[in-house]
């Protein structure tokens, strides 16, 4: 799996030919990012940082669009939507799935660290958690370390964090305990590459 990263929550994931696009912006947002094609695109808020469904299509390439909270299936990929607190009060889905034999978790916009034990439960266990670091209205870096820490992931990335020289993502980092984490270009990862991972952190440089 190829992980790239692109500011605020927009991740893409790829195997193969199959590319899954967390959180486009729209057109609309005040993060520019160049269209780029994906099969699906999961959309966690409906703020125009992170609706940008339209920006995941590219020539004869349309995503399958979720947006909310529910149990889907796409591409043989079974997808979790997870309801939790957003910024303002709304409504921020989580999605867990699995890809490339690596159960993911995407946190989305979530504005705390407390989630239900019924969240807790669906997410199940984590291999790889996408945490919001600092974004108006998100989690802050030493929350964002205490939701991470309470959900146990194998690898955690930090997200909303603007560039590698940021003030909070130096606090998450000094949080995380792991000050020194390479920033990379993107991240390239198997299964077994995180089995033995214990909440290690893989800092993705965005771009």
Known sequence: MVVTYHGKGYVRASVGSLTLAFNPPSK?????????GADVAL????????????????????PFVIDGPGEYEVQDIFIKGINSQGP?????????????????CHLGVIATPELTSEAIEAMGEIDILFVPTYDEGTLTPASAHKLATKLGSKTIVPLFYGD????????????????????????????KDIESSEGDVVVIKSF
């Open 28 to 36: 609309d947002s005040s993060l520019k990012v160049p269209k780029a």
């Open 164 to 191: 590698a020289q940021n003030d909070t993502l130096k606090q998450f980092l000094k949080e995380e305990g792991d000050e020194g984490a390479k920033v990379l270009e993107k991240w390239t990862t198997k299964r």
């Open 43 to 62: 959309v966690s808020v409906k703020l125009p940082d992170y609706d940008g469904a339209e920006q995941a299509s590219h020539g004869d390439r349309e």
């Open 88 to 104: 303002d009060g709304i409504i921020n889905t989580i999605y867990c799935l699995t890809l490339d034999d690596m159960r993911i």
